[in-house]
């Protein structure tokens, strides 16, 4: 989404009043014009979306001002680098680690401004890109100057103030006072002395820092606790990860982004660029994102994205891996260590270990991808029962990372008509392509520990989604016409937002009066008793609305066909306006089991739409369950991975 300027008078200025900015007179690239709107535009840009940043994180969660940055730090600059004669990139200078240091984005810059607005004064604190190699240096500097020889000059030389050593007793005589001792030995003893005071020093000035690091997280959490009891009890719009339930995408979902070509990276933070009234759509964030590859290749620098240059995991099939290497293996089972320094040792040159350096990534992004998609982790324990033979344990959750997606209780998503085997199958009747559940529960049965064996098949989970299905219907309407069976009133209340989204835009563009888009409920043939006893530990449902789907039956996420389509094509999706007829978004998806699982044969060339969904074979793993969203995300992601603020991972 291209930044518009807007009006100063529309946003609240504040200023950051500490700074580390040393306001370097020799820098690098060309001072902003201020007679050029793009150059106006683009720093007013930086200040807006920083000051966003530092109002998500510490600002009341009530205030919906739209702040910004009075200006920056002091000693920091904002300076243009020509691309061509019509595009620039925007560098921010200034940081101590030196005149060639920059920050590329403002949300690089974030995290030093909430750093700069915090009680603390040690780098080590702040997790920008620029701080921690600044202490590294400063780290080195320092056992330099520890480790250097005492100089031997022919000239006397004062010592320096901080390192004169303190007097003895007061009629101590003073090492020239001793004619006993020679030039050399002088010198000697004042060194040692020197050595000695310096060594006093560190010591004190240690313990000084420590006492003040007390102080200052002593401090810290006593301005939490009064400003945590400051702010009023609110209800929570959303469930913790997402921006808004109908929109598209989540913390911790695995996306494409595109960075000169199409790449794979994670979603680390979401952070808002304007106004964050609750709902507010995808473009009104900024997405943080960690770039898929594996650890061992080095970090690789976050990037931040807006959602137009985002697309869902699923919308892409992964292509196929290239090298002997890689072939028939997952991203666990391959020796990247020894295959890295094996690639790396062969390279003759800087470049091309950089170019080999970068293959190896792009091949592990795609085997982490798979990896990926084909785990799940659970979220929000909600509570948990035993079958009445007591062999195994059923637990049930209000979230789930379902391979590369977030799903929350209350979501719709994808799945077959009809489960693939136990209990209930086809019991929905014709098989529909574009059925969607509302999930009502998330179950995972396990095998209890008085039931396993020791074998890996009595103790893998089976993962199982309870709630009632729908499909989208375009029927007649008019004076005498009855509504479809079980068709659903959205004015009734009871349905997603998703859902009374997606119907008032599909009877919004309708051309035809005689025409109207309904929900209709599909309800089982007969009502489903799953026994609970079953040797497939499938979950319990007994209200006759309610089905089960497992694992392998969850095809992915509903999207709102205007939001999704807004994303991934928006011209088509005008097309579809203009005709007055909205075709079905999940053709343009594809399946979990589709989307480059191993053994997929996909090239990732295209769409999903083009995929269908329908080609490729469905390898996704099953019962692959991790403990938690950062150990699926494994060595693939550089950094770390910290679940979004009120997700409790179990």
């Given amino acids: 989404m291209a930044f518009q300027q807007g009006n100063p008078d529309d946003y609240w200025p504040f200023t950051i009043a500490r700074s580390d900015g040393q306001g370097y007179a020799n820098l690098d690239h060309f001072p902003l014009d201020p007679n050029l709107v793009s150059d106006s535009a683009q720093s007013e840009r930086w200040l807006v979306i920083v000051a966003g940043h530092l109002q998500h994180q510490i600002g009341p969660r009530q205030d919906k001002r739209q702040f910004i ?44 401004a909430l750093w700069l607005m915090s009680a603390s004064r040690d780098n080590s604190d702040c997790f920008c890109e620029l701080c921690p190699k600044y202490k590294e240096k400063v780290k080195q500097e320092r056992s330099k100057v520890q480790l250097a020889p005492p100089q031997q000059n022919s000239q006397p030389r004062g010592p320096a103030p901080t390192s004169r050593p303190a007097p003895t007793a007061s009629k101590s005589p003073a090492p020239s006072q001793t004619p006993a001792q020679t030039p050399t030995q002088t010198r000697s003893s004042q060194y040692q002395q020197q050595q000695q005071k310096q060594q006093q020093q560190q010591q004190q000035q240690q313990q000084q820092q420590q006492q003040q690091q007390q102080q200052q997280q002593q401090q810290q959490q006593q301005q939490q606790q009064i400003y945590q009891s400051q702010q ?15 929109n598209v995408f989540r913390v911790g979902e695995l996306v494409w982004y595109n960075h000169t070509a199409w790449r794979l990276g994670v979603v680390l933070a979401i952070t808002p660029t304007a106004d964050t009234h609750p709902g507010m759509p995808d473009a009104e964030y900024q997405f943080t994102l960690g770039p898929l590859g594996h650890a061992l290749l080095g970090e690789q620098p976050n990037v931040v994205k807006n959602c137009q240059s985002m697309r869902p995991f699923l919308t892409f099939s992964v292509p196929g891996v290239n090298g002997d290497d890689f072939k028939d293996k997952t991203f666990d089972q391959v020796n990247w260590q020894a295959l890295i320094a094996a690639h790396l040792s062969r390279a003759p040159n800087a470049a091309n270990r ?5 293959q190896l990534g792009l091949e592990a992004s795609k085997m982490g991808a ?18 009445p033979d007591g062999s195994r344990v059923i637990q049930s959750y209000g979230g789930i990372y379902l391979g590369a997606e977030l799903v929350r209780v209350g979501d719709p998503i994808r799945v077959a008509s009809t ?44 993962l199982y989604f309870q709630g009632t299905l729908y499909h989208a219907v375009r029927h007649p309407t008019g004076p005498g016409i009855s509504h479809p069976a ?14 009374v989204e997606e119907m008032a835009t599909r009877n919004a563009i309708e051309r035809d009066g005689s025409a109207r888009w309904s929900w209709v409920q599909l309800l089982p043939k007969t009502a489903e008793a799953m026994d609970t006893t079953a040797a497939s530990g499938a979950p319990d449902v007994r209200p006759s609305a309610m089905v089960h789907r497992a694992e392998p039956d969850v095809h992915g996420r509903f999207y709102v066909t205007e939001r999704l389509m807004g994303a991934i094509n928006a011209a088509l999706l005008q097309s579809w306006t203009e005709r007055g007829l909205l075709e079905e978004a999940p053709a343009y998806l ?61």
Avoid at 80 to 89: I, K
Wanted: charge should be neutral; aromatic fraction near 6%.
């Fill in 354 to 358: 950089e170019s080999r350096r970068q």
């Fill in 486 to 499: 079980h068709a659903i009133d959205p004015a009734a209340g009871g349905l997603p937002a998703a859902f």
């Fill in 590 to 650: 594809n399946n979990r089991g589709h989307s480059g699982a191993v053994g997929d044969g996909g090239t990732g060339s295209g769409a999903a739409g083009s995929a269908g969904g329908a080609s490729g074979h469905q390898a996704t793993v099953v019962g692959n369950r991790k403990p938690s969203r950062k150990a699926t995300l494994g060595q693939a992601v550089a950094v770390d991975f910290h679940a979004p603020e009120g997700v409790v991972e179990n």
């Fill in 232 to 246: 009023p009890q609110q209800t929570q719009l959303f469930p913790a990860g997402t921006t808004g339930w109908t």
């Fill in 419 to 462: 489960p693939s085997s136990g209990p209930g199958a086809n019991d929905t009747g014709e098989a529909d392509a574009n059925v969607v559940m509302v999930v009502a529960d998330i179950q995972v049965v396990t095998a209890s520990s008085a039931a396993v064996e020791g074998s890996a098949a009595s103790s893998r989970a089976a």
């Fill in 370 to 387: 798979r990896a990926i998609n084909d785990a799940f982790s659970t979220l929000d324990l909600r509570g948990q029962r035993a079958t």
């Fill in 69 to 112: 940055l009075s200006e920056f730090p002091h000693g920091y600059e904002l300076r243009c680098a020509p691309r061509n004669s019509t595009q620039r990139d925007y560098y921010l200078y200034g940081h101590p680690a030196g005149a060639k240091a920059h920050y590329r984005t403002p949300g690089e810059f974030a995290p030093h």
